[in-house]
């Protein structure tokens, strides 16, 4: 190790902390600019091009030469997007649009003046007001006014399982959590792994508290969480959930080696296609990921259900957990209020839906229902759609939900769990530092 | 270090008079310097600084930074986190400068002498130092999954498994480079001492210990340097292997700066930690150049 690293740190370092002070132009280089160009930043992943297509209609449209404005699409690499967003913000080049995941995410943007508030926009505009499945586009707002426009799939957490295993194992998909834990006994038996688990990752483990947490003690608990209120870490239901996934660890449901398992680069993905894993908990993008990777093992050897029922436990099986959608918020500092809003339109539009659909996501848009045969796996189109319309409750991943500075801890004392570095009692006690 | 080494070493300028005439007459103008020292303050000092000032803020990256005084460097003082990261990097250091400097002085050493394949070998065992640390780290990464990886079994989700794989993804990336280190030092020693001991009946064991390890001394110095002004500012490896677990394992101070900084958006705290590091990192360069004699560093060939 020589000064390399050190060069790296120190550039890196400075970098950030100079664009801090406004002396390097960090972000995009055009910024809003007077010649009615807006900047919009998006997630860079596969799905990005939805969002390219949409921007290339929008600029082309009768509304934008309306509004005197055109949208320059600033695809920011995925894993970079939070932390890039945020120093962009901070600087005079900041995007006049942004893609985000609501709740928490954009709380410190609304608290600095930064944020239009869509509610006028939207109530006005019966397009976007009942265009959109009504639980997803407030899932988009804080404290009940509504900051953004959903413009992706839902991305509901499912319980996805391995038809082929399942029947060899003479299986069914369980409902409730005693069939849950009959299944891991049978499975482990056979020498399979119940769960494939990319620990290494940790929000794959939150996922196992978000669903245990809502079915043991209902969505008010975590409701209170994301409020503000830290001592509702000490609800008796966190403790349960925790301890639960203890008792899961100690079954051996999620294998050995979980801990060095990736969701990111394909490791437990892998190892629920190639069954050696028989049950995956992750985001309804699984499918897609699986469709990249293994097409045969998606097409036809996965199945999915909801998380299960707990006996004794306050949430219905309906609740679901998980990103409701993203959304596009808009810069109060724009150049172009009505340019950007313009813009937020194109997302409600029928166009913009079939392309989602085509791309093997689920549209938020309350429209989606009747189109979804087009999409390349109708049934578990379908399924994920109806999932999200019957819940009575969507829980924003927490990760998501809360402040980033509550998020991060968290997300370490989850992963302190899942290892084995605390107890579900320390657990508890740490989350209820957590301000 | 080069006018430390004038001052200290033997005044060979008095002995040289031409050259060092020419020296002096062909010394660039200081003007020459400017565009270089305007660079590094502008994009090292200036930001150093800045960091320092937004060390007593508290500032989410939004907005102006908000003045609190001392919170920051108290809540420091206090963190468990600290204390514990701080045990984690100096243990790091430890490990990874024993690991990288007893494989790089032997192979450095073997790859000195002047026969062809070592030379075609020398050049390939550099080849890891050439890719970038987070193509390395992301290798490995990838060669560490417990089931599709060369070892079956969880390696980074515990504690000794994590940590001896940054220390080894560390050495298999700079061994190299203080392999060519050492292989220059190792040149650098007079033939004729390994035949005056071969005369005397010295066994080739007998030669590494009593002249070629002695011979290196200043040499071990300089890596040594280096990897522990390196080690403190480890960082891709472990945000890429490890991110710090299992729990905080082994979040290391660069990591607990990019954490608090880049995730929790507390650039405050983040500014206190980074500042830290850089006291640190200087008081302990400082102190190892004085330990180790390295300022009046003498040449090797002096008593010769």
Redesign the interface.
Known sequence: ??????R???GA??????S??G?TACGSGSGSGSDGTLTAFVYGDDAAKIQVKSVNRFNASAAAKKAKGTIKLQKVPATDYP?KL??A??SPNAPDVFFNWGGGSIK??R????LVDLTDVITSDPVLKSGFLSSVLAAGGLDGKNYGVPMRGMQPVILFYNKTVFAEQKLQPPTTWDQLLDINTKLKKANITPFALG??D?WPELMWLEYLVDRIGGPQVFEKIKNGDASAWGDPAVLKAAQTVKQLIDDGAFG???????YG?G?AP??FAKG?AAMHLMGSWEYSTQLGKFPDFAKKNMGWCAFPQIEGGAGDIRNVVGNPTNYWSVNAHTSNKDAAIAFLRDSASLAYTKELIANGDVPATSNAATLLDASPNPEFAKFQYEMVQKAPAFTLSWDQAVD??V???ML?EV??LF?G??SPTQFVSALKELK | MSVTQVKGGPRNDAGRPRSARRNRAGRPSAALAVPGVLFFAFFAIAPMLLAFYLSFTKWNGLGDPQPTGLANWRKLLGDERLTQSLTVTVALTVVSWAFQTVISLLLGVWAAGRQRNRAVLSAIFFVPFLLSSTAISLLFYALLDPNFGIIHRDTLGTTSGAFLAIVFVGGWQFIPFHTLIYQGGARQIPEVLYQAAAIDGAGRLRQFFSITLPQLRNTATTSGVLMVVGSLTYFETVLILTQGGPGTDTAILPYLMYEAGFKSYDFGYASAVASFLVLAATALSLLMVKLSGFGAMRSTREGM
Do not use: C
């Open positions: 190790m020589e000064s390399h690293s050190r790296w740190f120190l370092g400075t970098a950030a902390l100079a801090v002070g002396l932390a945020r120093t913000m901070g410190a943007y608290e600095a003046g930064q620990g290494a940790i050995k080696g979980y801990s060095s398992v990736g680069n490791g892998a190892v050696k980033p500075n998020a991060t801890p370490t992963n302190k290892v570095k605390s």
